[in-house]
């Protein structure tokens, strides 16, 4: 695969993961993050210092909630895993060999923190560390479909920028040693390949449609009229 090719992992991951998954978790962000706030914002036990430092951590759990019922509705496997120390529980979608987990983090692109959990998560992507050119993977798909688990973070949070909040998700794969993301993508832009994927495989469709060899008896109803 050439540098300016598809991304290999990004081809996999759409052939594996349903495209109403990914729809579903942007179309419920915002209200995941309204959901949040009311019921941060809403506790009369709490003042403002304590909803603003909950908020984050609420926006997490409400999230990872939202991944269990978007698997359980397109058909994906879920667990409720715990960190190595178990003081902290997270929820971990299978889908193929791809293992997803959620991560509120404070901007795009943002590494989510070491820590050995993560890091043995992280390291059954020890097969894309000598894979990656320019940012690029360059691993043929086939084996990339070889491999028994691949991790990968869905990202999610908030930024603000000349006063106006936004709203960001993304996909990132860790490498093995989670010192760095070796791929990232935005869900808007999936939900675009899915997009062009589907009119692919329509356009492909229709041409193998008329390429079909016509009857034979209609083949002589056609010379006896001509």
């Known amino acids: ?25 942007l179309r419920r962000q915002q ?14 036990l ?16 409400i999230f990872e909630h939202e991944m269990r019922k978007g698997a359980e509705k397109f058909g994906l496997k879920w667990e409720n895993a715990s960190h190595a120390g178990d003081n902290f529980n997270y929820v971990r979608i299978s889908a193929g060999s791809f293992r997803l987990t959620g991560h509120r983090v404070p901007c795009p692109g943002y590494f989510v923190r ?9 390291a059954v992507n020890r097969f894309m560390d000598g894979y990656v050119l320019d940012g690029a993977l360059s691993v043929p798909l086939p084996k990339l479909e070889a491999a028994s688990a691949i991790n990968v973070y869905a990202l999610h949070g908030t930024t603000v920028i000349d006063g106006k909040e936004s709203q960001f998700l993304e996909l990132a794969a860790p490498d093995s040693e989670l010192e760095g993301y070796h791929w990232k993508c935005g869900f808007l832009d999936l939900r675009q390949a899915y997009l062009a994927d589907a009119r692919k495989q329509k356009t492909s469709s229709n041409v193998e449609d008329k390429a079909q060899p016509k009857p034979r008896k209609q083949r002589r109803e056609e010379a006896k009229n001509e």
Do not use: H
Request: charge should be negative; glycine fraction near 6%.
């Open 114 to 122: 070491r820590c050995v959990s993560r890091q043995q998560n992280a």
């Open 46 to 61: 709490w003042s403002e210092a304590e909803a603003r430092s909950m908020l984050g951590d609420t926006e997490r759990a």
């Open 1 to 25: 695969m050439t540098k300016d090719g598809p991304d290999s992992l990004q081809v996999l991951f759409r052939k594996t993961v349903p495209v109403g998954f990914i729809d579903y978790l």
């Open 31 to 44: 209200w995941i993050y309204e959901e949040a706030k009311q019921n941060c914002y809403g506790n009369s």
